[in-house]
């Protein structure tokens, strides 16, 4: 059998829940083999995402992992047999393997919560702001690269702007409205951009205002990704060592309370077109 040579975050991710399943009922690798009738290198292999797991392997797994959870055992078991190849595949070896792990969590959340401070969230960035902000970011990169990441910034819009839209709900800081940063012209139009999606059914942006009083939130930007169970959420955040995709249960709990705390001391969803309006009069 050939082993992966680099897991998806996906793959990683239903790899992680095996073992935390195991981990949970008490068993070793050994055991779990013999459950299977396999080495214990193979179950090794598994919760490494090195290799994958058939459907009767998983339940027979999760059947004497006594995990009665079945809403949870469906979702892994498509994770598992999942084949779909999106059209993020055209990018690998082209692009940075995050930023189809990104494309890819984006295809199958059943819902998003963003939380932007510095920018706009990338699901609403016109080609120019990402340009821009690609450009600055990499000085050092020729055209190609930065026209290639903002290719793939502007086709991951497809999970809010296709033919089945997921419910996406952003608060974005008033600074991340500020910044100009592809100038006056470009900002007027990223503005124009947030508040034509603001009207969209499916879409909830709230602001957080400067005058706001006791806000120390500044670091909280994140992506808040629904699974198909909440157990399978996930959160993203960019840090100085690359993107982070936090998947512990602990973590997500917080982050749920974050994105709820930040929610109830935005401006309401109106309130926020109109504060993005005056904003983008007076540019």
Same mark, same amino acid.
């Given at each position: ?5 680099e ?8 790899a992680?829940?095996?073992?935390r ?7 070793t ?20 995402a ?7 392997r ?5 059947a ?8 949870l055992i ?5 994770m ?11 990018y690998?070896?082209?692009l ?27 699901l ?6 990402? =340009?821009? &902000? %690609?450009?600055y ?5 020729? @055209? ?7 290719? /793939?910034r !502007? ?9 089945d ?14 910044i ?7 900002s007027?139009a990223q503005l ?45 955040r960019?840090g ?15 982050? =749920?309370? &974050? %994105?709820?705390?930040?929610e109830?001391?935005?401006? @309401? ?7 993005? /309006?005056? !904003?983008?009069?007076?540019?």
């Amino acid at each position: 059998m050939v082993l992966r040579s680099e897991p998806t975050a996906r793959q990683m991710r239903l790899a992680v829940e095996l073992r935390r399943l195991r981990d949970a009922a008490g068993l070793t690798t050994r055991d779990a083999a013999g459950l299977l009738g396999v080495s214990s290198a193979q179950i090794s292999q598994i919760e490494a995402a090195l290799t994958g797991v058939s459907e009767k392997r998983l339940r027979r797994l999760a059947a004497n992992y006594a995990c009665a959870d079945d809403e949870l055992i469906d979702a892994l078991v498509a994770m598992a047999t999942d084949r779909t190849r999106g059209w993020w595949e055209e990018y690998r070896g082209v692009l940075p393997s995050a930023y189809l792990d990104l494309a890819e969590l984006d295809h199958h959340a059943t819902f998003r919560h963003d939380v932007a401070v510095i920018h706009v969230p990338g699901l609403f960035q016109t080609e120019e702001y990402a =340009r821009a &902000l %690609f450009a600055y970011m990499n000085p050092e990169f020729p @055209e190609s690269e930065v026209r290639v990441r903002v290719d /793939h910034r !502007m086709k991951r819009k497809v999970v809010i702007e296709g033919p089945d839209p997921i419910p996406y709900e952003t608060v974005i800081h008033e600074a991340a409205l500020r910044i100009k940063v592809a100038g006056r012209a470009a900002s007027q139009a990223q503005l124009r951009r947030i508040l034509e999606m603001s009207e969209a059914d499916h879409v909830t942006v709230r602001v957080i205002p400067f005058a706001l009083d006791d806000f120390a939130g500044a670091g909280s930007a994140m992506v808040y990704a629904g699974g198909p169970v909440p157990h399978l959420d996930t959160v993203v955040r960019d840090g100085p060592h690359g993107t982070a995709f936090i998947d512990a249960q602990a973590q997500l709990g917080r982050f =749920r309370t &974050l %994105f709820r705390r930040l929610e109830k001391v935005s401006l @309401e969803p109106d309130r926020s077109r109109d504060f993005i /309006h005056r !904003m983008a009069k007076e540019l």
